[in-house]
């Protein structure tokens, strides 16, 4: 999907989940058609995923009242995720982008079977669940809001309150209704929470400014392979009624994780480490207890994987000194080729 210079201003965290939502869109209109799809985007308020599919049809549902347009929106109904007013088969693609979580957890079974009945074929969900990564994260993001804009954070009470739903649970209800699933990390956490850190502090410093908004733009513009590393801080599902189709092979290689790099894995958790510490300076050194209590967490976690990395190297180094390295090398010098380096 190539976006337009005014999706790229969109905040990164809304960007990503309607970027992976329309690019599995498209999948399905490339291997199955229409070419004009049938959506339900469950949770969808403000209706943001139709300025990425703009020749689809898209009626959101939303518990929210919409602002009152000039003309009545036809295409916008207010109501529950868990009785949704819809014929079972009803759209091509059901959405649902960080809504399960805001869902109490006694009734996401039924929010689950509800987006399955009202699908012709497909549900794609993304929702940030339970893990101890994503735990941190969002409680170091609470406690800083709560630091610096004087505020709670809405979006992340409700997550407590509710609690983050289980992934494993959530796909073993989904396949137990008969669709077929898979899925894939969507928003990298290492990235994910010092840009969520960043963006609250421009706020702060001026809630007009468009910096925050530059931010945006520069990281929505970067490689979405970017994000689909883990540990992210959501995840996609993609549930199939038919089982598994040749669109659900295609959205696994599109969403496929590439391969793990512990040396930029440690990187990106030394930048986390340094902006939490350019903030605690920015508060005179004394961020709030719970804040630090966070920061220290964090701070072990990197030090245990730059344990993990030196171990490894000594490992390869072992190895390259071995006498089967040099065997091999030695082979190799009598072939004519050259040998592994030393």
Known sequence: MIASADLLA???DQYGRHRDAATVAELVRAHEGPLRLAILDVGGYPCLLRRFLPTDWIVVVDPLAAPQPRE??????RASGTAL???????DLVVSLDSLEHVPAAERPHYLR???RVSRRYVVLLAPFASDETARAEALLFEYVRATLHADHAQLAEHRAHGLPDLADTMAQLRAAGAACLVFPSG???HWLPLMLLKHYLLALDPDAGVHAALDRWYNARDEQLDRRTPAYRHGIV???AGGTPTLAAVAARFAAPPTRPDEDLRARLDLQGVLHLLALERGNRAPPLWEERLRAQERQIAALTREVETLRAHLAAIRRGRVMRLLNALAALRGRPGSPS
């Open 10 to 12: 969109l905040p990164f």
């Open 72 to 77: 009545p929106d036809r295409a916008y109904l």
């Open 85 to 91: 007013p819809f014929q079972p088969d009803s759209f």
């Open 114 to 116: 509800e987006l399955l």
């Open 188 to 190: 990298y956490l290492y």
């Open 239 to 241: 549930a199939s009624k």
